[in-house]
T-cell receptor, first 114, second 115 residues
């Protein structure tokens, strides 16, 4: 099965704690993305990566960090500096970072603060 | 600032009726895409329309693009209960350097089909 997976489905964060959301794809895509979605809102881009070992900040990168050490994996860390982390986080991938490319989305991770 | 703004924010119709939702954007684009999101799930790509196209069809979907008005519409004909979802438009940046393109998503239209 080809696709994009995210884990865990639900994640709970304690105050002051860093947490890492996993995103894996076996579509052989070069580009990967992280979005944040708040209730009733659209998607906001956190970080994206066009190729291994390279990534760029999106519109709301503060309080987040990423790495792209492997083509298949693009983990997102929500740091303690992110003061309002409760949201639905979506990972996506595409063949490459072009405006005409379809983005394929994972099922999402819902992050809740204890 | 956000590129796409969908209208209406929410729409409820009877099964079998047609559903139309609109997307407006602010700057020039090369491509506009429509995605669907079922509640609590990831997004699924529906259709892409390029800036030099005016209309595109895919099954029960019809998309139009008016670059002079910076707007697009998505029409779903003969709606079904399974069409209940949120629908988002996504635009690229027509002025961006080639090879560094990202999509900007709108706020979405929440469509409810009443059986």
């Amino acid at each position: 099965d080809g696709g994009i997976t995210q884990s865990p489905k639900y994640l709970f964060r304690k105050e002051g704690q860093n947490v890492t959301l996993s995103c894996e794809q076996n579509l052989n895509h070069d580009a990967m993305y992280w979005y944040r979605q708040d209730p009733g809102q659209g998607l906001r881009l956190i970080y994206y990566s066009q190729i291994v070992n390279d990534f760029q900040k999106g519109d709301i990168a503060e309080g987040y960090s990423v790495s792209r050490e492997k083509k298949e994996s693009f983990p997102l860390t929500v740091t303690s500096a992110q003061k309002n982390p409760t949201a639905f986080y979506l990972c996506a991938s595409s063949t490459n970072a072009r405006g005409w490319e379809t983005q394929y989305f994972g099922p999402g991770t819902r992050l809740l603060v204890l | 600032s956000q590129q796409g703004e969908e209208d209406p924010q929410a729409l409820s119709i009877q099964e079998g009726e047609n559903a139309t939702m609109n997307c407006s954007y602010k700057t020039s684009i090369n491509n506009l895409q429509w995605y669907r999101q079922n509640s609590g799930r990831g997004l699924v790509h529906l259709i892409l329309i390029r800036s030099n196209e005016r209309e595109k069809h895919s099954g029960r979907l019809r998309v139009t693009l008016d670059t002079s008005k910076k707007s697009s519409s998505l029409l779903i004909t003969a709606s079904r209960a399974a069409d209940t979802a949120s629908y988002f438009c996504a635009t690229d940046d027509g002025l961006s350097n080639f090879g560094n393109e990202k999509l900007t998503f709108g706020t979405g239209t929440r469509l409810t089909i009443i059986p």
